[in-house]
């Protein structure tokens, strides 16, 4: 009954590959979020899904690539990986309500280790 | 760009105390909501405050907000060990494409 998951849990690869995260939520909302959270612990917005449509596209070096093929999987593609992007990866979803932002539920997380 | 300031960086208490954390922003807001983060987890929601809100309590969380001081903040009452986590403050903007930005966030250790 799991809320937000995500797979994999932890991913490990060498710089230049490319790589994807899934994420899925059943809990019937229809806003997808990914963020980056570095190693200082900050984190940051990179792309939001609403019913299959990119709204938010923070600035994302365009070798990350989301795709929402429902309202309930959000997919983050990354192509040529960077030593930079080592990070936790976090999706996350929410029940948008016109002009505002309310409670957003966050997967386990990702982490991504480029050697 | 980021939008709220947790303060302290860092807070260590002994079980039973009150653990207070303040957070302050830049911008307007829609609302300001409160997340916990334990190690190596996904963050969890604590508590949602709107704009127009001065003051709310859910258990043993009390946060405030004071839009025109541009701040917020946090107390955990009667702390327990299992509160050892990170905060986060994040602003929810207004608008269309409206989002939430985090802060920092505040390190708590509860000593048992």
């Known amino acids: 009954d799991t809320a937000v998951s995500q797979t994999p849990k932890y991913l490990v690869t060498q710089m230049g590959n490319d790589k994807s995260i899934k994420c899925e939520q059943n809990?019937?909302?229809?806003?997808m979020y990914w963020y980056k959270q570095d190693s200082k612990k900050f984190l940051k917005i990179m792309f939001s899904y609403n019913n299959k449509e990119l709204i938010i596209n923070e600035t994302v070096p365009n070798r990350f690539s989301p795709k929402s093929p429902d309202k309930a999987h959000l997919n983050l593609h990354i192509n040529s990986l960077e030593l930079g992007d080592s990070a936790v990866y976090f999706c996350?979803?929410?029940?948008?309500?016109?002009?505002?932002?309310?409670?957003?539920?966050f997967g386990p997380g990702t982490r991504l280790t480029v050697l | 760009s980021q939008q709220g300031e947790e303060d302290p960086q860092a807070l260590s208490i002994q079980e039973g105390e009150n653990a207070t954390m303040n957070c302050s922003y830049k911008?307007?807001?829609?609302?300001l909501q409160w997340y916990r983060q334990n190690s190596g987890r996904g963050l969890v929601h604590l508590i949602l405050?709107?704009?127009?809100?001065r003051e709310k309590h859910s258990g043993r969380l009390r946060v405030t907000l004071d839009t025109s001081k541009k701040s917020s903040s946090l107390l955990i009452t009667a702390s327990r060990a299992a509160d050892t986590a990170s905060y986060f403050c994040?602003?929810?903007?207004?608008?269309?494409?409206?989002?939430?930005?985090f802060g920092k966030g505040i390190t708590l250790s509860v000593r048992p």
């Open positions: 994040a602003t929810g903007s207004t608008g269309a494409n409206s989002k939430l930005t």
């Open positions: 405050i709107r704009s127009n809100e």
């Open positions: 809990l019937g909302h229809d806003t």
């Open positions: 911008t307007s807001i829609n609302n």
């Open positions: 996350a979803s929410s029940q948008r309500v016109s002009g505002r932002t309310d409670t957003q539920y």
